[in-house]
T-cell receptor
Framework: AQSVTQLGSHVSVSEGALVLLRCNYS??????LFWYVQYPNQGLQLLLK??????LVKGINGFEAEFKKSETSFHLTKPSAHMSDAAEYFC??????????????FGRGTSLIVHP | DVKVTQSSRYLVKRTGEKVFLECVQD?????MFWYRQDPGLGLRLIYF???????EKGDIPEGYSVSREKKERFSLILESASTNQTSMYLC??????????????FGPGTRLTVL
């Protein structure tokens, strides 16, 4: 079985400050990990993903995440928040096939609020 | 540009009505998914399909059915809509079922209100 925990349903930062969104996962096998972003009234879009290889993954819009196997974590960071980063962020894990298909499990999401 | 489209952005229906939500993808993807999104609960999988005419139940299939007659189209059906099915419905697709590293592509969502 696999699961995802996102710590903090809401994270509030000032514009220009560091963004840190936390994601911990559980998976019985080496996982594939994803971060998606959802802007208001839109569907989700991929920010970045980890499959194999380098554990520091860079994504779009200046975001990056580091896969830490020992901590079972995949936290999302951005050095300097911008007002346009205000959105809902979802972490997802896909590591265990169900009936031969890999079905991702999503966290409950973290709403990022950026103050001027 | 890859695209997943959903038939309606907003839909208002009455209790007991039969509701059809349509999703089309133009990427020749094998997998298609239906989720519902509710505040504080994240995305919950209703059904997914890994091939034409093939479907598997997700975490919350009760009250829903699906149809996939063509590879590019995946329909979600609410046989008799109820107020507790008021939600945002998201369709997604991904390339193949055989690897977990494929990302999903999402449609814009349908906000369904059942009165």
């Amino acid at each position: 079985a696999q699961s995802v925990t996102q710590l903090g349903s809401h994270v509030s930062v000032s514009e220009g400050a560091l963004v840190l969104l936390r994601c911990n996962y559980s998976s019985s096998v080496p996982p594939y990990l994803f971060w998606y972003v959802q802007y208001p009234n839109q569907g989700l879009q991929l920010l970045l993903k980890y499959t194999t290889g380098a554990t520091l993954v860079k994504g779009i819009n200046g975001f990056e995440a580091e896969f830490k196997k020992s901590e079972t974590s995949f936290h999302l960071t951005k050095p300097s928040a911008h007002m346009s980063d205000a959105a809902e962020y979802f972490c997802a894990v896909s590591g265990f096939p169900s009936g031969g298909s890999y079905i991702p499990t999503f966290g409950r999401g973290t709403s990022l609020i950026v103050h001027p | 540009d890859v695209k997943v489209t959903q038939s309606s952005r907003y839909l208002v229906k009455r209790t007991g009505e039969k509701v059809f939500l349509e999703c089309v993808q133009d990427m020749d993807h094998e997998n298609m998914f239906w989720y519902r999104q509710d505040p504080g609960l994240g995305l919950r999988l209703i059904y997914f399909s890994y091939d034409v005419k093939m479907k598997e139940k997700g975490d919350i299939p009760e009250g829903y059915s699906v149809s996939r007659e063509k590879k590019e189209r995946f329909s979600l059906i609410l046989e008799s809509a109820s107020t507790n099915q008021t939600s945002m419905y998201l369709c997604a697709s991904s390339l193949t079922a055989g690897t977990g590293g494929n990302e999903q592509f999402f449609g814009p969502g349908t906000r369904l209100t059942v009165l």
